[in-house]
Structures are given as structure tokens and as C-alpha cells.
């Protein structure tokens, strides 16, 4: 390497050159004891320019978490100062966590080998693009799925990307998702209120609304799931011919998605507590093939529909039909339930390991009438390690996916289910016991309050009463929060 001129020579160094100079001298000393003998060592300091560069989240490094230009060679002090390669790139935490997202926990199970034809998924993220879901579907082993198609707890929302409807398109065959429309459930923003009363803020919740349904035409997806929402206060009967007004506008401005109500589990001014309110607000649209029920296990035990024995599911299965129409059923929640029976409390748990317990979810996958939708895991997947953080688990739904299969056919009676029934139940026993006493200590505090009282304070009771329940729903559709 050729040497600077005298001249050259003589400027000064730049600040981060001198900073490497400086810190080629420095010595440490490190003093340690070890079984009453002192040990004495030098550790030179790594050599370090003063500016550092930004780590980008993309950028990989080593093992140790230090930037790969560490192992750039020194120069000799008096050459001149010559830009440096580009770093090799090593693994980083980041990039290590996107990885592990993208491998694959279990693989998909061909419907045609299941006794009956359930197509079984989770909600998965759409983070990064929605034609992410799908590989993340795939990566579980879920033959269906659901995904927010935009940020769910805002307002505030960006268009598709130009080529995200070709890549969701290209990616469905890759992954041989070959039904869409029995297949994708996407989910609505839990801030969406087609109830509300005021205008701007209806408006608000109508435009976020339209907004999905031309994104799920654009995909090509057939179904849509939304929270019907909340009266306000207002009279059900109200509520739920603004919910079909603005469906039947919605239907006339998009092309065939079938809008699919929830069923919820609370009850005061919540819509969609009972059948009955599903069968109000379905009368009063115009297009009947465009609107469809989705059934959520953990909702319905909530607002006080059993289905944890065979003649239980049945009697509710029944009063659907009865009331709403199996015709409307189009898709599946499966999830357990950490409140008891009719608690109005919507707390989401693992399957088999809540009040519902398994047997409720064998008479689901068993019902030949519901082949062919989809039914989609929402349960719990955060978990908690050695340091405290909470990370989520996907092997979780992997696995519960599996079990759900695995029940399609099994005789209850057998010991493998009883022994599966138990392990479960053991599970989420410390789960059940905490939430029970809650339950008890509100409904002993209820009791104390449902004392005789003068006119304005039971009417002060029952607005506070309906408050309280319309809380125990943790996503029942209310203004934003």
C-alpha cells in the first residue's frame, strides 16, 4: 500500500482514526481471586472507532450481538484512512425471531383423509402484507384461517399495496389453498359500531367497513366476520335495522362477500347476546345470500347457550336453526371458555382446558352438518419465560389443530379421550379457580346491591349493572378506545 505525501502526512487525523489510536494503548487489569491465590491478567480493549454505525433491524450479528465491522483489519497508522468493505452478515435477534416465524410447526392434514371435512385453522398475522397470513397458515398446519386485513385498533389505514392481491393470489396456490371461499375468514376492527347512533361516528365505522369488504373482493375472498356492536342505549330493535341498513348499502356497493355476524356474550346494549337479535338484524336485509352467522363456542357458553353434552349441543344447535337458520351458519370460533356458564364474560381459553371443556368441542367437529366452513382457533398463545416477557407460542395452535383432527371420529367413551379430557382439565385448573372466584365475589356484591333501594338509586343500579357486563366483552364493537 503506496504512503501519504509529507503533506498528507502532516494534517490532521480524522476523530475517528484517532480514536483507534488511542484506544490501541489502553490496558486493562483485571484482578481475580481464586482459592486464595490473585491472578493477574491484561485484556486489551477492542479497538473501536468513536462513531458507530445505526444497527438496522435487517443488518445480522454475531453471536456475541456486536456489529460484523469488529473484524475489519487495522491499517497501518500512516496510510491514509480508505473506505472499508461492507460487513459480512451474521444472525441477529431480529432476523433469528423471522426465521423461527417461518418455519414450519406442523404440516397441513388432506381433508379427504378426515372422516368428516373440517376445515380447521387459526387467526393468524397479516403483519407485513396479507399475503403473510398465508404462509403463516400453512406453517401451523391450519386447512382454514382468519387475519385483520388492516390494522384493527385504528382508524387510520393504508391502501393495498399495488402487488399484495397478486402475491395473496400466487401464494394461495403455492400453498394449495384451493377453496378461498370455504377457507378465509378475515375479521373486522373491533372499533367498527354499524349500531351507532351518531352520524359522524357511523360514518366513521361504515367507511372502515366498505373499506374491507372491496379489500376481500379484491382478494377474492367470500366472507367477512364483523361484531354486530352496541344500541348505545338505544332500543335493540333500532340497532339492529341501522346494522342492516348499512349492509344492505354495503352489499349494493361490492361484489358477492357474504358479511358474517358474530355471535357475542354479553348482554345490557351488546347486539348478537341472543339468536334472536342475529335473526332481527338478517330479516331486514335485502340480499339474504350476502349475510351469514359465525358461531363462537367461548361467546355462546358466556351468554348462556350449553354445548357441553351431546343433548345440550343439540338443544342449542336446535334453537339456532329454529330461530336464525342453519342455512346462515357459515363459520366456527373455537375457543374455551376461563368464565363459567353464562358469566357474559368474553375470557378466550385453550381448548379443553376451560368450562367448556373437550366434550364440547368433540360435538362440534362431529356435527357432519358443519363440513366444509371455517373454523378458526382464537385461544391463547402468549407464554411466559425464565426472564418474565411474554412471547407468543405458535406451536400452541399447531397443536391444538392436531387435536381438534384427532377427535373427528374418537369414541368419547374411550379411554384415550378420558385420559386427554383429564390432562386438560388439569391444565387450566389453576385458570377456572381464579376466575370462578371472581365470579363469586361480583355475584355476592350484586346480591348486596340488588337491596331495596329508592327509584334513582335502582336506576343508577342497572345503568352501572349494564356497564359492568358490556366490560366483561372484550371486544364488543364500542367506540375506540
Known sequence: MARQSTRKAAQ???A??????????????????????????????NKRAVTKRKVDYNEEEDEDGENADSDVKDEDEDEPTQSKPAPKKRKTAATSKKADDNMPLASRTPINTLKLAMKIGAHVSAAGGVQNSITNASNIGANAFALFLKPHRTWNFQPFSPDSATQFTSLLKTHSYT?????????????????????????QAYTSFLDDLK??????????????????????SEACARIAAHLNTAHKATKSVITVLENMCGSGNIIGSNFSDLATIISLVDDKS??????????????????????????????????????????FHLNDSKAPFSSHRDLHENIGQGFLGLRAFHNVVNDERLQNIPMVLETPIEVKGLDGKKTEDKKI???????????????????????LEVELQKKGAAERKRVQEQVDKKAEKD??????????????????????????????????E
Request: aromatic share 6%; hydrophobic share 35%; charged share 30%.
Open 12 to 14: 490532521p487525523k480524522p
Open 16 to 45: 475517528t482514526e484517532t480514536a483507534v489510536k488511542i484506544e490501541k494503548k489502553v490496558v486493562a487489569t483485571k484482578v481475580a481471586k481464586s482459592g486464595g491465590a490473585v491472578v493477574e491478567a491484561k485484556v486489551e480493549v
Open 179 to 203: 377453496e378461498p371461499q370455504t377457507t378465509i375468514l378475515p375479521h373486522a376492527s373491533y372499533l367498527i359500531n354499524l349500531a351507532q347512533p351518531d352520524k359522524t361516528k357511523a360514518t
Open 215 to 236: 379489500r376481500c373482493d379484491a382478494l377474492g375472498i367470500s366472507l367477512y366476520n364483523f361484531h354486530p356492536g352496541s344500541t348505545g342505549g338505544l332500543p335493540m
Open 290 to 331: 350476502r349475510v351469514g352467522v359465525c358461531l363462537d363456542t367461548c361467546h355462546a357458553f358466556a351468554a348462556g347457550y350449553d354445548l357441553r353434552t351431546p343433548e345440550t349441543y343439540a338443544k342449542t344447535m336446535k334453537e339456532f336453526d329454529d330461530v336464525v337458520g342453519l342455512k346462515y351458519l357459515k363459520a
Open 397 to 419: 395452535w399447531a397443536d391444538e389443530i392436531k387435536l381438534l383432527e384427532s377427535l373427528i371420529g374418537m369414541d368419547p367413551g374411550s379411554k384415550e379421550f378420558k385420559n
Open 447 to 480: 346480591a348486596k346491591k340488588a337491596a331495596p333501594k329508592g327509584k334513582k338509586g335502582a336506576a343508577a343500579s342497572r345503568k352501572k349493572k349494564k356497564a359492568e357486563e358490556e366490560e366483561a366483552c372484550d371486544s364488543c364493537g364500542e367506540d375506540s
